[in-house]
């Protein structure tokens, strides 16, 4: 199999006394999805907070495919991953309610000219990406608390989709949608794999999670339990590994 | 949600503005007409001439004090760091040990630099060393109070020199007929300016625009009432020369400062940063926004600003005593929240702010016009406070 795009080796992480990642390895290539599954507490935020740059880890190294080569990096802070084409769409979406949807889409990456921010070119480009996720945004200007749940979401898919991302990482994704808007992300998810992306998904529906994914990672107390392919397992072999945290059958 | 038309960079005024406007142009005229039958009107040259002074220190401050609200954050120590760093401006060119003879552009430099540090410092004890900003802006209110009141030894201090006293707004402290022309005339030609690239810059980027009667007619008002400010500015006579006035310097500056403080806020990423860490400090910190950065930038731009005021209102005085500035915290927030600006942060405007300021000092000036007594002035001022922490209550209600 070629390079993957990310791997993540031997990650360990303490919140005082408590290991809230304990050795997690996890690998991600291009035009994959790589779903995480688990209890709440079982550490798949966590771990996806290292891969976006929010957490740094104790031990363990991270690794990004750049060229034909897999590079060891250190993330100090989101905007190192951005910079490697990670981006990250947060459970709770991570958006400024009171700014706009051009700001929040270009929030932290803001276009200046001239010591000003370039307004227009951020609208038209906020624009275009707008549409290539297929959001349906009718006035760009207000503050988007004004805005539906899903809209609120192509924002924060808009906005992670605007710098050439390699890898996605979306965290909950469609918890707070309507079947339509669930369908819709779903179908944005696979025209992305399409595109060569490489996302990194955490849902609580197992069905989706088996209907999307290629492989699927389960965690338990910060734990890997194990990695299985999404064609050769069903809901009740990962319920059976998110409880016991124990696996049944072969592994990928 | 219907379709709307869309606002470019959104209206000059926004629809919360345009409302204080009126309410300013209800109260002007409500105590014009109460002052109709005796010598002073509200709407005479004179009494708006003096409103504008009497307005330009709390003017100074307000726009600073938006932007630490809007961070979620409060400055209790504007009051006492202005009597504090005034207190400093007066010593270095007043008292002669320690500075007898000192240019007073230096003394205004000290100054303005020494209340830019304190707010640093404020901002880096918030920011970086965790403690809240309540308690760390009492405790600079009794700070700078008592220390202003021991480097005096208790005195009041003066007289200032006549060059700093220019910064007051008193004989000599205004610019004058031409130069108000001058002024006005650049700020005429900047507002149409803007207006117009604008528009352009939009259509270039086949983005949509305002229709143009809307562009025309906010055009046409802002020209208009800086039309206005200049005849009444240019209508006031001075005593010996007769000539027109002018512009005060210190309103000149109060005007420079929110102008300012209007574009940085809603023009740069410093702006953006402190509207986003007040909309969410979760979602900013996670778009890689330095928010502690910026979080005592905001307390050291205040602090800057309450030096700068500190220098006007010590200019106003001409002597400094040791209580100047007591109290006044509280009605730079007063007029913040009238202004529209709410307290749990990530809302409110520079230009609402200004509006709030003269709201204030207009209701403050009417009153004592129409001869309220002043314990009755402030039990109205508290009620109108209160009033407009309801509305805005009320108006923000729809984000939740």
């Not at chain 1, 991570?94 to 929030?107: E, G, H, K, P």
């Not at chain 1, 809209?151 to 949608?177: C, H, K, N």
């Not at chain 2, 379709?3 to 014009?32: D, T």
């Not at chain 2, 400055?75 to 010593?91: E, K, P, R």
């Amino acid at each position: 199999m070629s390079l993957p795009l990310l791997r993540a080796e031997n990650i360990s992480l303490r919140f005082g006394g408590l290991k809230a990642l304990d050795q997690v390895t996890f690998d991600l290539h291009a035009g994959e999805v790589h779903s995480l599954v688990g209890h709440n507490g079982a550490g798949k935020s966590t771990f996806i907070r290292v891969l976006s740059g929010v957490y740094q880890p104790e031990e363990g190294r991270i690794l990004v495919r750049v060229g034909d080569a897999l590079r060891e990096v250190r993330f100090g802070s989101p905007r190192d991953a951005q910079r490697y084409g990670i981006e990250t769409i947060h459970q709770n979406l991570a958006l400024a309610d009171n700014l706009d949807t051009v700001a929040n889409v270009f929030l932290g990456r803001e276009r200046v000219r001239f010591g000003t921010l370039d307004e227009e070119s951020m609208e038209s480009e906020a624009r275009r990406v707008l549409e290539r996720v297929g959001a349906r945004i009718p006035v760009l200007r207000v503050p988007i608390h004004q805005l539906s749940g899903g809209q609120r979401q192509s924002v924060a898919i808009g906005r992670a989709l605007l710098f050439q991302a390699r890898i996605l990482i979306m965290d909950e994704p469609t918890a707070a949608l309507g079947p339509g808007e669930t369908a819709r992300v779903k179908d944005l998810i696979r025209a992305l794999r399409g595109e060569g992306l490489g996302i990194v998904l955490i849902s609580h529906d197992l069905h989706d999670v088996l209907d999307l994914s290629d492989r699927i990672t389960v965690m338990k107390g910060g734990r890997v339990v194990g990695t299985v392919r999404a064609e050769e397992s069903d809901q009740e072999e990962l319920l059976s590994m998110i409880l016991t945290g124990e696996k049944r059958k072969g592994t990928v | 949600m219907g379709e709307r038309r869309e606002g470019g960079e959104g209206l000059i005024f926004s629809i919360q503005n345009v409302f204080l406007l009126l309410v300013l142009g209800v109260l002007w005229v409500a105590f014009h007409l109460l002052t109709l039958g005796q010598a002073g009107h509200f709407l005479s040259p004179q009494n708006l001439w003096n409103l504008s002074v009497q307005t330009s220190v709390v003017s100074i401050l307000v726009g600073g004090m938006v932007l630490v609200i809007v961070a979620r954050q409060i400055d209790l120590s504007v009051g006492s760091l202005l009597g504090f760093t005034g207190m400093v401006m007066a010593l270095l060119q007043a008292v002669p040990p320690l500075g007898h003879g000192w240019p007073w552009p230096l003394a205004l430099l000290i100054g303005v630099i020494l209340g830019g540090g304190a707010g640093l410092l404020q901002g880096y004890l918030v920011a970086y060393l965790g403690a809240p900003s309540f308690i760390v802006t009492m405790a600079g209110l009794l700070v700078f109070r008592n220390a202003a009141y021991l480097i005096a030894e208790g005195k009041t201090i003066g007289p200032l020199q006549e060059g700093f006293l220019v910064l007051g707004g008193g004989l000599q402290g205004a610019i004058g007929p031409f130069w108000s022309w001058v002024v006005t005339g650049l700020a005429w030609v900047y507002t149409l300016g803007r207006v117009w690239w604008g528009r352009r810059s939009r259509l270039q980027h086949g983005l949509p625009v305002r229709p143009l009667w809307v562009d025309a007619f906010f055009s046409l008002l802002l020209t208009a009432i800086f039309g206005g400010f200049l005849w009444v500015m240019n209508s006031f006579p001075h005593p010996t020369t007769g000539q027109g006035r002018g512009i005060p310097v210190p309103v000149l500056l109060a005007i420079t400062v929110l102008l300012s403080l209007h574009w940085l806020s809603q023009r740069t990423r410093f702006g953006r940063y402190v509207y986003a860490i007040g909309g969410n400090p979760e979602a900013a910190m996670l778009a890689g926004i330095p928010v502690r950065q910026v979080q005592v930038l905001v307390f050291g731009l205040m602090g800057l600003l309450a030096g700068l005021a500190g220098a006007v209102q010590a200019a106003r005085l001409a002597f400094v005593p040791t209580g100047m500035g007591t109290l006044l915290e509280l009605y730079v927030i007063a007029a913040a929240v009238v202004g529209g600006t709410s307290l749990a942060g990530g809302s409110g405007t520079i230009l609402g702010a200004a509006l709030g300021a003269l709201i204030m000092s207009s209701l403050q000036s009417g009153l004592v016009l129409i001869g309220v007594p002043t314990e009755w002035q402030n039990l109205i001022l508290g009620v109108v406070l209160v009033l407009a922490a309801v509305w805005n209550a009320r108006f923000h209600r729809r984000r939740s």
